[in-house]
């Protein structure tokens, strides 16, 4: 196993870049929306002896919130890394809650999806054993997931930069945001951030190690609805690949690791709705 104590010290980064260093010997198949081949992927969900699921922000646009580079993602018309960025966060917060204000803080009125929904049950039924999300929208959990990795925090929690032990719950911070304000704290202030990782920050250690551990344990893991290029979360498949396991990859666009995938596919809601017709 690679270091954890080195894979925490990574930072939040995207990276259009990024290349396998070796090849892996694996069967490329592509499908499509005409012609899913939905019941090889449950024959192996069902083999599997270790499933995991890593999700991105295209399992959320069935829900209606924007991706960053998905066909409509929020990079088409915002700045979304300037959004997220601890050091302009630290200028200038009110650029990020005036920008999140319209994703974030209306969560409440976002239902779970489709893939949402069977990840949930895949993980009742024990065949799901974790799933490792880059979401921030809390919507596995509105899906019925249990075991979830939220490894670029959740807005759950709101801190303060400077005063240990200040914290202010979503529905409260979101009240304040809505209402056109920005949490503060109470003690000195400052303007509350929430507990999502800004790029630029380390992600969560705790997090990211449940991520990487349950990724090499994974002999099969679902990949879905993420570009792959936010690091180090774009790096779990290949944790697993490492260890012998195989990756399926749910994408409309092309990933980096599209030719290590067993099976791909491209459209979420087609893949799970056939699906839940199984399970
Ligand atoms: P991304 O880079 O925007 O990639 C999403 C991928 O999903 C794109 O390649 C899309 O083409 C694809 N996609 C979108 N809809 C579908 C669909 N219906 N079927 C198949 N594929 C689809 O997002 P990543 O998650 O890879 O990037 C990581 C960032 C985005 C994380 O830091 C997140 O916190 C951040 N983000 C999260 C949310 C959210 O929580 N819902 C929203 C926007 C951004």
């Given at each position: 196993?690679?270091?954890?104590?080195?894979?925490s010290k990574w930072k939040?980064?995207?990276?259009?870049?990024?290349?396998?260093?070796?090849?892996?010997?694996?069967?490329?198949?592509?499908?499509?929306?005409?012609?899913?081949?939905?019941?090889?992927?449950?024959?192996?969900?069902?083999?599997?002896?270790?499933?995991?699921?890593?999700?991105?922000?295209?399992?959320?646009?069935?829900?209606?919130?924007?991706?960053?580079?998905?066909?409509?993602?929020?990079?088409?018309?915002?700045?979304?890394?300037?959004?997220?960025?601890?050091?302009?966060?630290?200028?200038?917060?009110?650029?990020?809650?005036?920008?999140?204000?319209?994703?974030?803080?209306?969560?409440?009125?976002?239902?779970?999806?489709?893939?949402?929904?069977?990840?949930?049950?895949?993980?009742?039924?024990?065949?799901?054993?974790?799933?490792?999300?880059?979401?921030?929208?809390?919507?596995?959990?509105?899906?019925?997931?249990?075991?979830?990795?939220?490894?670029?925090?959740?807005?759950?929690?709101?801190?303060?930069?400077?005063?240990?032990?200040?914290?202010?719950?979503?529905?409260?911070?979101?009240?304040?945001?809505?209402?056109?304000?920005?949490?503060?704290?109470?003690?000195?202030?400052?303007?509350?951030?929430?507990?999502?990782?800004?790029?630029?920050e380390s992600l969560?250690a705790?997090?990211?190690?449940?991520?990487?551990?349950?990724?090499?344990?994974?002999?099969?893991?679902?990949?879905?609805?993420?570009?792959?290029?936010?690091?180090?979360?774009?790096?779990?498949?290949?944790?697993?690949?490492?260890?012998?396991?195989?990756?399926?990859?749910?994408?409309?666009?092309?990933?980096?690791?599209?030719?290590?995938?067993?099976?791909?596919?491209?459209?979420?809601?087609?893949?799970?709705?056939?699906?839940?017709?199984?399970?």
């Amino acid at each position: 196993m690679t270091g954890i104590s080195e894979e925490s010290k990574w930072k939040y980064s995207a990276s259009e870049n990024y290349r396998l260093n070796e090849p892996f010997p694996i069967i490329i198949r592509s499908m499509n929306k005409e012609n899913p081949q939905i019941a090889e992927l449950f024959d192996l969900i069902k083999q599997a002896k270790h499933l995991v699921a890593l999700t991105g922000a295209g399992v959320s646009t069935l829900s209606g919130i924007r991706d960053f580079r998905g066909k409509n993602g929020l990079y088409n018309d915002m700045d979304a890394e300037k959004i997220f960025d601890i050091n302009y966060f630290e200028e200038d917060p009110s650029f990020y809650y005036s920008q999140a204000g319209s994703f974030i803080y209306n969560l409440d009125e976002k239902e779970a999806s489709i893939v949402h929904i069977v990840l949930g049950e895949l993980e009742k039924l024990g065949f799901l054993k974790a799933l490792i999300t880059q979401n921030i929208d809390l919507l596995h959990q509105k899906g019925g997931s249990k075991n979830v990795i939220e490894i670029h925090g959740s807005p759950v929690t709101h801190y303060c930069m400077r005063c240990a032990g200040i914290r202010v719950g979503y529905e409260e911070a979101a009240a304040v945001v809505k209402s056109g304000g920005m949490p503060k704290c109470p003690k000195c202030r400052r303007v509350l951030k929430p507990a999502i990782t800004f790029f630029g920050e380390s992600l969560p250690a705790q997090a990211l190690k449940d991520a990487v551990t349950e990724s090499q344990k994974s002999d099969l893991m679902l990949v879905l609805g993420t570009s792959l290029t936010v690091f180090p979360a774009a790096g779990m498949p290949e944790y697993t690949l490492r260890n012998s396991g195989k990756i399926v990859i749910v994408n409309n666009m092309p990933t980096p690791l599209d030719r290590s995938a067993f099976l791909h596919f491209d459209d979420l809601e087609s893949v799970f709705e056939e699906l839940k017709k199984l399970i």
